[in-house]
């Protein structure tokens, strides 16, 4: 079966330090894409980055970097540098093979970042 | 355009009173979902549009809920007989999946309307 874990429910931290966000997933599939959306206090979830299961490199956009390993299933976020306008609630997500039908992501509980001045 | 538009923002009702949830995906989009989240959890999937065939409804989706896409636009669901344990925050998203659009794929979601039910 899928699933996917984010241990981590809340964690908070001060301004400009680092933290990541972990990821752990589970999937019978070869092919299957991987998710992390951002959901702020407004409630709209927010495209953050969409990783393919062929690809193992890692991303960087900006002061958020992704680090997928295949050995581990786990697909882990980085924020360098974490601001106030970071806080908000992540979520990790897996899709089944069809990507390209997107439609049953399955999601992780969500990981609540504060980020306090 | 504006993205992924959901109306009311926000919704109280009565226990079995009937509500009716609309959205507006984006113009270039063929594909709208619907999701459901409560607090603390991550959004559950409830059906998927591709154009104006819903080609898929999760058990979730009980008999007192439906979704429509009359014209491959703009949807509605609706749920009749509200009971308590309708009060959600209730997500549409849209994608497209045409293999040259760059985002092809990737879900949009609206800011979602919340229900409650007292």
């Known amino acids: 079966a899928q699933k996917v874990t984010q241990a981590q429910t809340e964690i908070s931290v001060v301004e400009k330090e680092d933290v990541t966000l972990d990821c752990v997933y589970e999937?019978?599939?070869?092919?299957?894409?991987l998710f992390w959306y951002k959901q702020p206090p407004s409630g709209e979830l927010v495209f953050l980055i969409r990783r393919n299961s062929f690809d193992e490199q890692n991303e960087i956009s900006g002061r958020y970097s992704w680090n997928f390993q295949k050995s581990t299933s786990s697909f882990n976020f980085t924020i360098t540098a974490s601001q106030v306008v970071d806080s908000a609630v992540y979520f990790c997500?897996?899709?089944?093979?069809?990507?390209?039908?997107?439609?049953?992501?399955?999601w992780g509980l969500g990981t609540s970042l504060a980020v306090n001045p | 355009d504006t993205g992924v538009s959901q109306d009311p923002r926000h919704k109280i009702t009565k226990r079995g009173q009937n509500v009716t949830f609309r959205c507006d995906p984006i113009s270039e989009h063929n594909r709208l979902y619907w999701y459901r989240q409560t607090l603390g959890q991550g959004p559950e999937f409830l059906t998927y549009f591709q154009n104006e065939a819903q080609l898929e409804k999760s058990r979730l989706l009980s008999d007192r809920f439906s979704a429509e896409r009359p014209k491959g636009s703009f949807s509605t669901l609706e749920i009749q007989r509200t009971e308590q344990g309708d009060s959600a925050m209730y997500l549409c998203a849209s994608s497209s999946d045409r293999v040259a659009y760059s985002g092809a794929n990737v879900l949009t979601f609206g800011a979602g309307s919340r229900l409650t039910v007292l």
């Open positions: 997500a897996l899709s089944e093979r069809n990507a390209g039908n997107n439609r049953k992501l399955i």
């Open positions: 999937t019978r599939d070869t092919t299957y894409y």
